[in-house]
């Protein structure tokens, strides 16, 4: 099934999986979900992810989940899209959210790449907000 918002049938892919307690989920690879992939993993809330490909040209990422605790509570407790193809949510380096005080993140995508509010404060830089994920 093709997606117009691939960046939110990443998210909810996630959320689905995290609520079914499932070790692992598939997503359709594009660069943008490889990317979001990555920071997610950079910052703790996935434990890895792998490209796989699939019969013709179509990939896919495998994104193995994280969970804490005897009863594996999720390590996401929610995703939020920010920004979407109907509404752009732009940021500049001064009016970067802050999510749950710091707790969560906020992914931006950057002149200079996808990274988180942190990255993107430190650098110095504004632009598209994506997702908050605490």
Request: include cysteine; hydrophobic fraction near 35%; charged fraction near 25%.
């Amino acid at each position: 099934m093709a997606a117009n918002d691939t960046i939110a049938d990443m998210l909810t892919r996630i959320r689905n999986a995290n609520m079914a307690r499932h070790q692992t989920t598939k997503i359709p690879s594009t660069k943008m979900t490889r990317n979001l992939a990555r920071v997610l993993q950079e910052e703790g809330f996935i434990a890895q992810f792998e490209e796989e490909a699939q019969e013709g040209v179509k990939r896919n990422l495998v994104v193995t989940l994280k969970y804490k605790g005897k009863n594996r509570q999720p390590i996401v407790t929610a995703l939020k899209r920010v920004s979407r193809p109907g509404l752009r949510v732009y940021s500049n380096r001064k009016e970067l959210p802050r999510v749950l005080g710091g707790i969560g993140i906020a992914i931006i995508s950057t002149s200079h790449g996808i990274m988180t509010d942190r990255e993107a404060r430190r650098q110095g830089l504004g632009g598209e907000v994506l997702c908050y994920i605490w």
